[in-house]
């Protein structure tokens, strides 16, 4: 398998993941139980934290130490951008929570359905970039990041695509659309991965010593994610316990994948 089609195969495994979860509006009844969404939730949490840790923060620490660099300089400041980058978009695309009656960011006019797949549209922004600078660093050669390290993270972010695929999917059917709609739906929130992920590593080629940067990035764009939704989503009314719980089964996971297989 040539380095081009392991690239084309890794980023996408994640889309892929979505787009089956939200497939299940042809199979399910109805909406996903409180219950059920809160451990999803807490288990995408998980996921990308543990990923946030060991597939981008510390192979970027490695990669700054072997070129004889101080470690905590881009991780620090890589991971600073990236948190400030999903707050500015957070604050100037307009999209809305699935429990949520409020829109979050600029007033517009879309539609509720447009604003609820823009708002995890905006959770699969940072998931594209990990999936992309992570492949890139397998393609700099080095045994920093290896081709098992590079397919556990897309496996990872796959396996929590699939229910949040299902959770972007299933409240659509709610506001009055079709099946096939809200399939389509789910299915456009996660095209932004694989282009993200495209786009990264074309970003990363022009620059190689940024792949550090990089990596950092992605970790705190993902870890604004985590902190600014999903915990806060997964940890409301009762039963918050069920969020904790998938939280610690999602991080337990990824961190099996990347340090077993990566």
């Known amino acids: 398998m040539n380095d081009l089609f392991k690239v084309i195969i890794g980023i996408s495994i994640p889309f892929l993941g979505t787009i089956l979860g939200a497939g299940m509006v042809f199979f399910l009844q109805e909406e996903i139980k409180s219950r059920g969404q809160k451990l999803l939730l807490g288990f995408a949490a998980g996921v990308m934290i543990a990923a946030s840790i060991w597939s981008l923060l510390i192979p970027a620490m490695d990669f700054v130490e072997q070129s004889g660099g101080v470690v905590w300089v881009p991780t620090v400041i890589g991971f600073l951008a990236g948190v400030t980058f999903l707050l500015v978009l957070d604050t100037f695309i307009p999209h809305l929570h699935v429990h949520s009656q409020t829109p979050e960011g600029r007033p517009s006019r879309l539609r509720k359905s447009m604003m609820m797949v823009l708002a995890v549209t905006l959770h699969n922004i940072p998931e594209g970039m990990a999936v992309g600078v992570v492949f890139y660093g ?3 050669g080095g045994d920093v990041i290896t081709t098992a390290g590079a397919f556990a993270l897309a496996i990872g972010i796959a396996i929590q695509n699939f229910p949040e695929g299902a959770l972007v999917s299933m409240p659509l059917l709610g506001t009055g659309i079709s099946k096939k709609r809200a399939f389509r739906y789910g299915f456009l929130s996660g095209v932004v991965e694989p282009i993200g992920a495209v786009l990264t590593i ?4 022009t620059v190689t010593s940024i792949l550090p940067y990089i990596l950092s990035f992605a970790a705190g ?3 604004y994610v985590v902190v600014e939704e999903l915990i806060p989503e997964s940890q409301a009314g009762e039963h ?7 939280t610690a089964l999602g991080f337990a996971l990824m961190m099996f994948l990347d340090v077993a297989l990566g």
């Open 240 to 246: 918050s316990n069920i969020g904790t719980i998938g």
């Open 221 to 223: 764009a993902m870890i």
């Open 202 to 205: 074309l970003f990363a080629s």
């Open 138 to 140: 397998m393609l700099s």
